[in-house]
């Protein structure tokens, strides 16, 4: 232990200081808190270091813990720095070894008592307050007089070797007061032994004159010796005859059995029995179980479970003392001898197998064990040697998890199947209770029937479920999608769950909120217009909408919108035909002219409305005619150029099919419409009746306003100048989205195609196989233009493919010659290949002047010096310099292969999946902004950190230099007491992402 020397270096240093080692009373700043103690410091009586002012003798400084903390954990181990004498002795008996951290303080005082060796009481009174039996004996009628007055006449205080902390043993402390030689005449002439004084007297009283033990042998009490012994011959006694046929004289022999104890198969009574005088009934040697453990050592350790007859030292319960019919000499068959105590367990009508067979020790121990109950290992250890297959899921029931298999099943017996403690509706409900105290209930649930759908141990979903939700409902409920048009939400992961609560709630069908606001969490509100569909404004969506799958769109309950309509609004009625000029629009798309939910229009007109409509029929339509429709006064288009002059096609220009035929009704609606222009359908919804939305290849590309259906993006509705039905020409449109590009155009060297407008001579339009919409790939693409044949004598001789253009060149334009990326490599830059490369030799045509990384410390002496560091990056010193970088150009600084987020997570992929699933992150790691923390190359310190960790971190969290995470709680410039290092923001953080919140470790516990 290093304590002493710590305490005498003090000692030292603060005499070296002038500082007196003999103040009197703890130090201010000790008194200021610890007042009681300072009183006590003027005590002669009072402990040493109180006394003369060294507190930290004993004690650490505790300011911040606020808590008193002892060197060495306290106890016997700080009390034996100065007192050596009291350290553990060789084969020292347990008695007095106090366990914890009060092992001295057990009988001493900490500070002072007011009496000598700190004692709190008289020392005969302080022993007697523990030793009751002592204490009584001390009361009989015949005391042991020495015993009476002190104690420590006999024994010593603290531990020692010898029995009962005896100063001597047994036969030499005896023959200190008593003449061995002067009590021959007392004892009939017998040369006494002083090892055998206890064999007949108590050393503390008895009732007894001559303080006999209280039990004697027959022929001892009356004082007959010659029952047993013979007449005495030079001071000794010998026996009549050796046992047991000495004890059988008296004693009838004990019936023949299969299993003796060893004692009496050995005939060696006296192994157990006193020959003359003893304090327990049947004249033991000593006390059951202090007799049965000199032979049967106690196994049992601190914390373990014991059996009550072990624990109470009645083995006698359990074991006969001389024979038995069954092994281990136990007085019934097992079964029958655990139910003479526990005969209430095994009385329920489903019985545990190993309990039902009587084998109850395959779970417990017979004397104790290290776990609750008597049991040999963890309950869930226990359960899992036979049912294994209950813990081997993916997901484990949170009480199988944590092996607490008794939550839920009776260890022994039941009154239900599986040995449930109750049934599942209160045996689940234990736990979920916010779930059976619902209003509205799952019929499972009510009826206790969870494992209707959940495994009750474990499977592989995390909510225990028996299998998929959609499956598990279908088991019940059937098949409900199928008609034609299915809710999306059956088809998403959610499926029923997306509605419906599975265990119940508030409201009727289990619904997880009531009409309409159930529906509203995924379509958007249509309760605050103006004016409202008469189910909207009630909130009854069901009205016109199926829950689950329905033959009409939109689930609506009838094949067609109209349908749906004609449910509540009847055709013919007089109402109705007045509101329609008449006529009875049999057959007529009421969703062509109304809105089906709400409107700012009365009548739920649509919100684009054709000015002719609002003024009246009458400018497009005759009266009724026999049908009971209105028939147009003139056809379209002519009706429609009445008013839209300038809709007539031009000659010369490209017309839509639709528009040059006449046919306005194709794309347009005659009276209203959701979309602007009386558009059909929304966006290009209109145009995709005709023009099927092309398909992106798998793994290919497809134009963003293909992707978003925004047709109008590049064409115009009716004509234009340009093919295709452009709105602009294709240079000047597509810079419109690639305005990037558009710079590049104007560089002093831009890619003639794209300089030219003629985009599409290397991209697709609408969706292709090739990134970047390309046409075909790059080595294709390129020598469709130039000659691949050129290509060597424009590189130095070297045998440059087509495939490798765009590792040097921007495909649309550079400020620098040869159209070669904005930051070049100097060598590159240079035309000097060779200062890289070899030679342009066929056999190795790109070969390198000298491995990598040596290449490239040749000129970047920097990161050559980070190779030698501690920690280097490992692409750095494997030469995989372009696993980051571009050898020859690049369109970022540092000649980066690509974005610096994507570079790193192309070896730490796994640090962002992690960072995504944790409780809190570091946002530069989100955010791929590593360089923020971390150099590039390498460094001294693992992770390559920029530089000192607290400098780092504070440079963005400069509010926590100190104070943090509260008042006093320091953040650096002292040693962090669980490691022993300097106290960094990283003793707490976590640097990337953590399970816990603010980036903590595990939380504060961990110092404190």
Known sequence: MRLPSRILLLAA????????????GPKPACAACHEPAARLSASPTAHKPLREGHCKWCHLEHGKANTNVLHASGGRDLCQICHPAFKPAVGERAAHQFAGKRECLACHAAHDSGRKGLLPKPAQE???????????????????????????????????????????KPAELCATCHDLEALKAPHTGISLKPSGCLSCHDPHGSAEKGMLRDRQHAPFSTRDCSNCHQATKGGSAPLVEPPPALCLTCHEALPATDHPHAPVKAGSCLDCHAAHASNTKGLLQKPVPGLCSDCHANPAK???????????????????????KEQNLLTAPPKQLCLTCHDGLLKAAVTHAPAKAGDCLACHGAHLAPNEHVLKDTP??????????????????????????GACHAPHAADRPGLLRKGEFELCGACHRTIVERTVLHAPVKQGQCSACHLPHGGPDPRLLKQETEKLCASCHGELTGKGHDHQALKNKASCLACHDPHGGSVPKLL???????????HERKDTFQVGHAPVESGACSTCHGPHSEKGPSLLRTPTASETCLTCHELGGKAFTEKHKGATLAGANCVGCHESHASMQKGLILPNIHPPFLDGCDSCHTTPNQRGGLDLSEPVPGLCLNCHEGAKPKEGLTAHNPFREGQCLACHGPHASRSEALLNRPQSGTCLTCHPTPEVPKGGWGHKPVLENACRTCHAPHQSEEKALLS?????????????????LKAKHPHAPAASGDCLSCHTAHTGKFDHGLVSPVEELCVGCHVEADLQPKHKGYAVGAKQCITCHDPHGSDSGGMLKGKGHPPVAEGACDTCHAGPTPDKPFGLNTPLPDLCFMCHDKVAAAAKMAFPHPPVVNGECMTCHAPHASQLPSLLAGNPKDLCLQCHDGLQKQAEQAASRHQPVMAG???????????????????????????CHKDKSGNHPQANHPTGGVTNPSTGKPLTCLSCHQPHFSNEPNLLYVGCTNCH
């Open 728 to 744: 602009a020409k294709p240079a000047a449109l597509c810079v419109t989205c690639h305005t990037s590009i558009e710079e590049k």
């Open 929 to 955: 902004q590593c360089a923020t923390c971390h150099t590039s190359h390498g460094g001294e310190s693992k992770g390559f950190p920029k530089g000192d960790i607290q400098k780092t971190c504070l440079s």
């Open 126 to 168: 302080l022993c007697l307050s523990c030793h009751e039996a002592v204490r009584a004996r001390l009361g009989q009628a015949h005391a042991h007089s020495a015993a009476k007055d002190d104690c420590l006449a006999c024994h010593q205080p603290h531990p020692s070797s010898t029995s009962f902390l005896l100063k001597e």
């Open 512 to 522: 997880t909120l009531a009409q309409p606001d159930l529906c509203y969490r995924c």
């Open 302 to 324: 601190e914390g373990d479970s014991l059996h009550p007859p072990f624990e109470g030292g009645t083995c006698g319960d359990c074991h006969k003392p001389h024979s038995s």
């Open 13 to 24: 240093f603060l005499a070296g200081a002038g500082v007196s080692l003999h103040a009197q």
């Open 380 to 405: 869930e250890k226990l359960c899992q040697a036979c049912h294994q297959d209950k813990a081997a899921t993916r997901v484990p029931h949170f009480p199988v998890k944590e092996g607490r298999c």
